[in-house]
C-alpha cells in the first residue's frame, strides 16, 4: 500500500468543496428520507432490503414488503394516537423492526427517538 500526502492550503480547496456540495445539493434538492426510501421501493419492489438469521433460519424482506410494513405501522400509530411532532421511543436490538418503527414514525410524521 502507498499513501501520497501533500501540503495543501485549506484555501485551496474551498472552491473544490463548494463545487462539489453545489452538486450533491443539486441533486438531492427536493428530496428527503422518505422520498428516497419511496423511490427505492418503487424501483426495486423485489430485491431484498433486508436479510437476518432468525432461529437458525436466514429470513429476508423485500422493498415492497418493507415499504407494506412500514406503511401498516406508520397507520397503526396515527390511530393509536401518535401526532405531527409527538416523540416516540424505540428501543430495540439490531433487527429490521427497529428500522421500521423508524421510518413509520416518520411517515406518522412523529419524531423517532433511539
Known sequence: MVIAMT?????????????VR??????????TLLTAFAE????????EAYRWRQDGEWRTLTYARLRDQVRD???????????PGDFAVIWSRNRPE?????????????????
Request: avoid cysteine.
Open 40 to 47: 427505492t421501493a418503487g424501483r426495486h419492489g423485489g430485491t
Open 73 to 83: 405501522t406508520a397507520l397503526g400509530l396515527a390511530a393509536i394516537g401518535l401526532r
Open 98 to 114: 427497529a428500522n421500521i418503527a423508524d421510518m413509520a414514525v416518520m411517515h406518522a410524521r412523529g419524531a423517532p427517538v433511539f
Open 22 to 31: 453545489e452538486s450533491i445539493e443539486a441533486e438531492i434538492a427536493g428530496g
Open 7 to 19: 501540503k495543501t492550503h485549506a484555501g485551496d480547496l474551498e472552491p473544490v468543496i463548494a463545487a
